[in-house]
């Protein structure tokens, strides 16, 4: 599944990189510390945080990550979107606490 | 899909198209022609025509007397012949012998071209410098010719982008290698990362594959966000790219490590809340440094700073496929 797919399926707010969701997703990781992300995110994996500081943006560039997923509508700034659409990297936003995203998520076979 | 997109990359802007504009200027009609074709004499029939055309998938044989080229005949031909009820009338009578059109054994497959544009025939026999046929040639050779270059090209890029041993190739030196530099300043968080995206984009560029480039952009991810978070004045990433090993190196002037080992634990860190809040200081960093690198070291002096080196093999098996 795509990621514009799965953005239509679960009526989530695309808020950076629109031009940057026909990635295939193969899977999720969802956590806050970017090492933990390091350690065990995927190429193609959609990644669930509630971080929206630039640096996640760097992290997601170099895993490889299919969209960043902000949990929990939390307010995502300026730079960090600004620094998503340079990078080419697309972040969501679920609107919906971490358990319920990703809940989601698996409802849709991810 | 992305390796393709790097491998035409590879061939350079616009190199595939040049190449085959090269390949039609310069490969000789004698490359792509069908040798000692099948021909017939001025004297055998239609019919003997129709089953040679039938038998062997043709459309087309010149007619050949006494060593010499009178005409060719083809299937337009034939269905002359059929509309008149004249299978058994020889092929003198139907074949195309005035104002022939043929082809030079050496000269260029693009000349051919051009008189195939021109004359709108299907094929030419193909003559040697004494006026003997050699050969025959149709558009769909020239065609199959050009697609088997250009596969023969894209093989050749696609080796050459799988292998980075393939891009120090043309350099001779006792030791060659790639040196990338990058300062990264305290407290920058807004660019962390920078440093380590470009070596990514880097090793990918000269054929690494994508799994190597992923574990060593990961290192020297954590390694720049420490220097970013931990030192006193920021420092400096070095990579150094060799056919064989990729070095990356993160060294700063202070404060130093106070334990090394201790550093080196799993989920121990020295972060500020502040800079855990943000998701850094997880205690991970050389955990992951460790699991992505084959060897590293790792020096520090208090007072006088740290230096911390990580070695990644070139293995045959990573700079494979996908």
Avoid at chain 1, 48 to 59: D, E, G, P, R
Avoid at chain 2, 34 to 45: C, D, H, I, Q, R
Avoid at chain 2, 125 to 144: E, F, M, S
Wanted: hydrophobic share 45%; net charge negative.
């Amino acid at each position: 599944m795509k990621v514009s797919e799965v953005v239509e399926q679960l009526g989530w707010k695309v808020l950076a990189g629109e031009s940057y969701m026909e990635t295939q997703v193969n899977g999720g990781y969802a956590a806050d510390l970017l090492s933990c992300v390091m350690a065990g995110a995927e190429t193609g994996d959609l990644w669930i945080t509630l971080q929206t500081h630039s640096n996640i943006v760097a992290v997601a560039s170099l895993l490889g990550i299919a969209a960043i997923v902000i949990a929990e509508g939390a307010n995502v700034p300026e730079a960090t979107l600004g620094k998503a659409e340079q990078q080419e990297v697309a972040i969501l936003s679920s609107g919906a606490p971490v358990y319920e995203t990703v809940a989601g998520l698996v409802a849709l076979g991810i | 899909m992305k390796r393709q997109l790097a491998l035409l990359g590879f061939m350079g802007r616009g190199g595939a198209l040049s190449k085959v504009h090269e390949l039609v200027r310069e490969t000789p009609v004698s490359r792509v022609m069908t040798v000692s074709p099948f021909t017939l004499p001025p004297e055998a029939t239609m019919k003997q025509l129709k089953d040679l055309l039938q038998k062997h998938r043709i459309s087309g044989v010149p007619v050949v007397e006494d060593n010499e080229l009178s005409g060719v005949v083809s299937l337009e031909d034939l269905i002359h012949a059929l509309e008149n009820r004249r299978l058994d009338a020889p092929v003198r009578e139907f074949m195309t012998s005035e104002g022939l059109i043929t082809a030079h054994v050496r000269e260029p497959v693009m000349e051919a071209l051009r008189r195939f544009e021109n004359t709108g025939i299907g094929r030419m026999p193909v003559l040697d410098a004494r006026n003997k046929l050699v050969g025959i040639v149709t558009r769909g050779d020239i065609t199959i010719a050009l697609l088997r270059a250009l596969q023969d090209l894209y093989n050749e890029a696609e080796a050459m982008a799988d292998r980075p041993q393939h891009f120090f190739g043309a350099l001779e030196s006792e030791n060659t290698s790639l040196q990338l530099r990058y300062h990264v300043a305290k407290d920058d968080f807004a660019h962390g990362g920078d440093a380590s995206a470009k070596i990514k984009r880097a090793l990918l560029r000269i054929g690494a594959s994508p799994q190597l480039a992923r574990r060593v952009s990961i290192a020297a991810y954590e390694a720049e966000i420490n220097l970013i978070i931990h030192t006193d004045e920021g420092g400096l990433i070095l990579a150094d790219i060799q056919p064989d090993e990729i070095i990356i190196v993160a060294q700063d002037s202070g404060p130093g490590i106070a334990d090394v080992d201790l550093a080196r634990q799993p989920g121990y860190s020295t972060a500020t809340a502040e800079i855990r809040e943000m998701g850094f200081g997880a205690g991970m960093g050389l955990t992951n440094i460790e699991r992505c690198a084959d060897r590293i070291n790792l020096w520090s002096a208090i007072g006088v700073g740290a230096r911390l080196q990580m070695m990644f093999d070139v293995s045959p098996r990573e700079v494979g496929d996908d």
